[in-house]
């Protein structure tokens, strides 16, 4: 029953985008693939993401803009900024309500590395989702996936790969 209640989140990861795609409610989220921070202090402060990055970084004196999936050997190439980007879109993308349920997230890295991804680059887009917020994730590297594959969960054989995690 829990499982039918939770939202179903595609999250479509490529070094110069970030794509979030809600099945429950189907609306799509579409954003540069950047945020700013703030590093000062304790703790980073995200201070804006996607579209809104730019301006927050010129805006505050000390911001940094990242690009966390901007690497040319890697897809993630900075953990932490990459998991407060995607924390924050997750969040955008289910929207405020009273009771929190943790989506599921498919994770679907974009393009095809040479040799395909590492099994430390999977682990790591799985450590990612769980970052997010997910509560259960699988990662798929291959084309993208119809909303009836995701919401079916049969997921092609052919085409690409699944991990589940």
Known sequence: MRF?????LCLQIA?????????RNNTTLTEPAELALD?????????GFGGQARAAAAAEAGAQLLRPFAHPRSLVSDFLSAELLLRAMVRQSLGKGL????PRVVMHP???PEG???AVELRAFRELALGAGASHVHVWTGRP???EELRSGRFPTQGGHLRDA
């Open 4 to 8: 039918f209640l939770q939202p179903l």
């Open 15 to 23: 070094p110069t985008q970030v794509i979030v795609r809600n099945l």
């Open 39 to 47: 590093r000062q202090g304790n703790k980073p402060r995200l201070l």
């Open 99 to 102: 009771l929190a349920v943790s």
């Open 110 to 112: 974009m393009g095809a």
């Open 116 to 118: 395909d991804f590492t």
């Open 145 to 147: 996936l119809t909303d």
